[in-house]
């Protein structure tokens, strides 16, 4: 799992990167945010566009030739559609689970499995003017964080978020494998407070969100296999019971299957070398 100081993990959107023209990222790792992107749909994809579950926020401008259209949305909970315009450029921005300060007239609960079209100057004063006369990726990044650190508010007391941080950095550890009740232990919070406290941050239950990142771990290695994987061998790194469970769980949230999903990623800018794998054949 790749890591930084504060977060477990860089989230993927495998379809997004697969389906889409000059796909582009900054990884910033700072301020909640894990990486700003960027990509255009110069025509519509042969497959259908798909979002996959990955605990976190996604603040999307798509940029046309006379107007941006902002949109936002929290994870979804299984592989959804996901749909973009032809012809807009679009410069997304996707916050670590936990991470997104949300404008007053916005909460977390309502963006789960949703999108929502917003005013995108909530954000930050006159920030989709600024963005539409930015010219790349790196400008329009340093723009948004700009306007970003002014614009934003703490959203929880700071005993909340201490403890909210600590639970999601266990979860991580334990590769989305430790109880409710073991956490109510390390912390000292009775088990019905740490999940009204995580569900607060997250619109989603600790349980769900240890899900989601299982899933998330099974992309970043299979994306990032020089060899092909032994599913069962697969399933015991990523925290699963067995290979049934991780199968299950993928189809879910990938609408593939695993088999599938590495036929799809083969010879793709997905699928970086050099990283070792888990061995043998799908």
Known sequence: MRKSDKYGMMPVQPYLILGTDQY???VEQGDGISHFYHF???????????AVPDGSVDLLFGIGENDIRTFIGGTVLSAKRWEFEEGRKYFGVCFQPGGCHLPAALSIGDLVNNDLEIDGNLFGTNLLEKLAEAKDLESRSTIFLQEYRRARTEQFPNHIGTLEQYMRMRIYEEKGNISIKALAEETGYSECYIRRI???AHGI?????????????VLHIMNHASN???LDELAQECGYFDEPHMMKDFKSFAGVTPQSYNKMIEGT??????????????
């Open 269 to 282: 800018k997905l699928r970086a070398a050099g990283t070792d794998a888990v061995s043998q054949a799908i």
């Open 228 to 230: 092909r994987l032994h």
């Open 40 to 50: 255009v749909l110069e025509e519509k994809p042969q497959n259908e566009m798909t």
């Open 198 to 200: 995580f569900r607060q």
């Open 24 to 26: 582009q990222t900054i």
């Open 205 to 217: 239950s600790p349980k769900n969100f240890e899900r989601f990142v299982r899933f998330q771990n």
